[in-house]
């Protein structure tokens, strides 16, 4: 057995080989990945119609770290770390939920308000030099893009419209009611996979026409030969035509259905955001995966549809063919994939890179594993 040192040649896509599989399941790799990447990236919240109303809020965790973000009274969008200044408390539990005019700790009722700041501290009084205005919660870094509501735990990370300059035009070329959707759904599912494997098979056509019965289902909604997966450094988009003459999609009739755009659209953030819509449907997916562990992930799906209108038939019909047809069949991938990658007759393998079949080639995958390496290993 030859051992792959934890370093690899990104050079050549076209005659190297995929990054080793030690990258997919070493511990070691995950506590880099976790201080160079998700300590010091952007990671997409919500949307701002999530935050409509004052005390409105989404816990965003980060690996340990976690971070509330509220709406307050002011109209504003704040975000906070999830710890009581007094002691250390987490203070919010649950995914999302909504507070009154109070954020009260539960352990010695320290009360915040809506912006972070210290409302009321029992007994602080007898405190010499307590200052309240000195003990709000901390802030975290938060930035609106195209409607996204993104948070960074690195005071010195780009902004977001520098890091993806381009990116807003793009969706709002393809997702027209952009600003004006609600959350319909959300699913969290236990991946047994590293992140980075989830994520590559999300950005590649080669397993498109070549795998499972219900990839055929959406290929077959578009034009596959223009299927095109375009890198924008820290960005990108992968992108297909519809076919002409479809009539029904996801088991449904198209006569009676509304949709922001017949085109397959996804357009991805480093490391792990993706905004995507279906063919044919009023929605706008979120599909966010999670590190848990180095072999396990929590994979996300969001789902937003026009506000205050009732979901389409085909849009809902989409929906839960993502929930129960392709979002198994990819995971069942993903979970194949994990287990084999520890094989002594795997190593590392081989891209597919072929300019004259751009839709089946992978090199949005090597575009991908080369930010992660780069963040890694070749960042100071
Ligand atoms: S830890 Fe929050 S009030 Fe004491
Ligand atoms: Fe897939």
Request: glycine share 8%.
């Amino acid at each position: 057995m030859t051992e792959h040192p934890l370093t690899w040649d990104h050079s050549n896509p076209l005659t190297g080989e995929t990054m080793p599989a030690p990258f997919f399941y070493d511990p070691a790799i995950l506590a880099e990945e976790r201080e160079r990447i998700f300590l010091r990236s952007w990671h997409l919240v919500g949307h701002v119609n999530d935050f409509d109303a004052p005390g409105k809020y989404v816990v965003q965790d980060i690996f340990e770290q976690s971070v509330i973000v509220m709406a307050a009274q002011d109209g504003r969008i704040h975000a906070m770390h999830n710890a009581c200044r007094h002691r250390g408390n987490r203070l919010l539990n649950d995914r999302r939920g909504k507070i009154g005019a109070v954020l009260r700790c539960q352990y010695h009722s320290w009360c915040y308000n809506q912006d972070g700041s210290l409302r009321a501290a029992p007994r602080t009084e007898a405190l010499p030099d307590f200052d309240r205005n000195e003990w709000g919660l901390r802030p975290v870094r938060l930035e609106i893009l195209a409607g996204w509501v993104f948070v960074t735990l690195n005071p010195d990370a780009p902004p977001l419209a520098e890091l993806a300059g381009g990116a807003e035009a793009e969706m709002r070329r393809f997702l027209p009611d952009m600003d004006d959707v609600e959350l319909v759904e959300e699913t969290d599912v236990i991946v047994h996979a590293n992140w980075k494997v989830i994520h590559e098979n999300a950005i590649e056509g080669y397993h498109f026409d070549l795998s499972g019965p219900v990839h055929k289902d959406l290929a077959a909604l578009i034009d596959f030969q223009g299927y095109r997966l375009t890198p924008h450094d820290q960005w990108w988009t992968y992108i297909g035509p519809p076919v002409s003459g479809v009539t029904e999609a996801y088991g449904v009739p198209l006569e009676g259905s509304t949709w922001q755009t017949d085109w397959f659209f996804n357009l991805g953030i480093f490391p792990n955001t993706t905004l995507y819509s279906f063919p044919y449907t009023d929605m706008i997916g979120t599909f966010i995966m999670i590190p848990l562990g180095p072999e396990k992930s929590l994979l996300r799906f969001g789902y937003y549809a026009p506000k205050g209108r009732p979901v389409p038939p085909v849009t809902k019909a989409a929906i839960n063919w993502m929930n129960t047809q392709l979002g198994p069949e990819d995971i069942e991938l993903n979970e194949m994939n994990q287990k084999g990658l520890h094989s002594m007759g795997f190593g590392s393998g081989r891209y597919l890179i072929d300019p004259d079949r751009p839709h089946e080639s992978e090199h949005l995958v090597h575009h991908f594993h080369k930010l992660c390496y780069q963040a890694i290993r070749e960042q100071d």
